[in-house]
């Protein structure tokens, strides 16, 4: 049990919702109404909520945040101590997220964010801290192989 309960109203996004399950690391958040419980969400739930939705069509890559994300993989290439392998970069209508590893040093977050801040075109930057993945996480508490 804890003490610092998160959660989330009834009228938050899906897509909120599961950023928060990956951000702060839990399977499941209860979700409120004017301070009362009325459900909960799970990691399941998410997954069976994607499931059923059609696929929605092919998007075109903004050619904008094509050319950003190009011209940002090139810069930090370009500086050798920074390790962009794991991290991943996503640019979508002109902001960049940043998903960072929490192992990765402090210096090369920052340097990935003002790298991104001084792109010509930027609207924003976004950084989000994950967890690295547990050996077995993947292949659920069992632990079993696949």
Do not use: Y
Request: charge should be negative; hydrophobic fraction near 40%; glycine fraction near 8%.
């Amino acid at each position: 049990m804890t003490c610092d309960v998160v959660s989330v109203s009834d009228t938050m996004e899906i897509a909120k919702i599961a950023n928060l399950l990956e951000t702060k690391q839990i399977k499941c958040v209860p979700v409120v109404r004017d301070g009362k419980l009325v459900g909960i969400v799970s990691r399941a739930n998410l997954v069976r909520a994607l499931a059923t939705t059609r696929s929605a069509p092919p998007t075109i890559v903004d050619p904008d945040d094509r050319a950003i994300g190009d011209q940002l993989l090139a810069e930090l290439r370009g500086m050798n101590w920074v390790d962009i392998s794991s991290a991943d970069i996503i640019v979508r209508d002109r902001v960049v997220h940043l998903w960072f590893s929490d192992d990765q040093t402090r210096e090369e977050r920052l340097t990935m964010r003002v790298a991104a801040e001084n792109l010509p075109g930027v609207r924003g930057v976004e950084g989000h801290i994950v967890a690295p993945p547990t050996p077995g996480a993947a292949l659920g508490d069992g632990g079993g192989q696949i």
